[in-house]
Antibody, heavy 120, light 111 residues
Framework: QVQLQESGPGLVKPSETLSLTCTVSGASISSYYWHWIRQPPGNGLEWVGFIYYSGNTNYNPSLKSRVTISVDTSKNQFSLKLTSVTAADTAVYYC??????????????WGQGILVTVSS | QSVLTQPPSVSGAPGQRVTISCTGSSSNIGAGYDVHWYQQLPGTAPKALIYGNTNRPSGVPDRFSGSKSGTSASLAITGLQTEDEADYYCQSYDSSLSASVFGGGTKLTVL
């Protein structure tokens, strides 16, 4: 079955760039749509953005100025970069798949998540 | 606060039926966008429970059902089991925000 696994630093300093990678197994990344979703500790979920294997992206307008999502089809991976981070960016970051890009997209499966703390 | 409104908590005894509401507006649920539901067990990632308002992914028991009407949607769980204790989130799309949006989550306690 399809599995997703996040990786990257668990601690990032304020004003620096958060960088995470999601490795996809059990499916080709050259299909479907690949998303990042985050969850601050004790809080709800926030959609960050998605990428298609062709490189087409769409970001949450609230984060758009700081977010870049890229894809590496040769490694079956996609990545997230979030610049100028603050404590408000501390969250568990999940990668997930959707089978449609339409407004009625839903997310399945999800990776296990990775906690990223922004602190000096 | 979240664009979609859910009650912070609900509870029920084993075997009972509970419902969780998800209230939106004319720019999301009321605009006709589908509602999806996720279950998040303690310390784990969310898992899809209902998609497209009423559909269950393969492997999800038929004790879980979804409905939608107007600007709201509901998740019903029948025959409550202790393993159903979890946080539940609704999700839709908001045209004003141009983004997928989630409810704030509802914690289900099985008494």
């Amino acid at each position: 079955q399809v599995q997703l696994q996040e990786s990257g630093p668990g601690l990032v300093k304020p004003s620096e760039t958060l960088s995470l990678t999601c490795t996809v197994s059990g499916a080709s990344i050259s299909s479907y749509y690949w998303h990042w979703i985050r969850q601050p500790p004790g809080n709800g979920l926030e959609w960050v953005g998605f990428i298609y294997y062709s490189g087409n992206t769409n970001y949450n307008p609230s984060l758009k100025s700081r977010v870049t999502i890229s894809v590496d089809t040769s490694k079956n991976q996609f990545s997230l970069k979030l610049t100028s981070v603050t404590a408000a960016d501390t969250a568990v970051y999940y990668c997930a798949r959707s089978t449609t890009v339409t407004w009625n997209r839903w997310f399945d499966p999800w990776g296990q998540g990775i906690l990223v703390t922004v602190s000096s | 606060q979240s664009v979609l409104t859910q009650p912070p908590s609900v509870s029920g005894a084993p075997g009972q039926r509970v419902t969780i509401s998800c209230t939106g507006s004319s720019s999301n649920i009321g605009a006709g966008y589908d509602v999806h539901w996720y279950q998040q067990l303690p310390g784990t990632a969310p898992k899809a429970l209902i998609y497209g308002n009423t559909n269950r992914p393969s492997g999800v028991p038929d004790r879980f059902s979804g409905s939608k009407s107007g600007t709201s949607a509901s998740l019903a769980i029948t025959g409550l089991q202790t393993e159903d204790e979890a946080d539940y989130y609704c999700q839709s799309y908001d045209s004003s925000l141009s983004a997928s949006v989630f409810g704030g989550g509802t914690k289900l306690t099985v008494l």
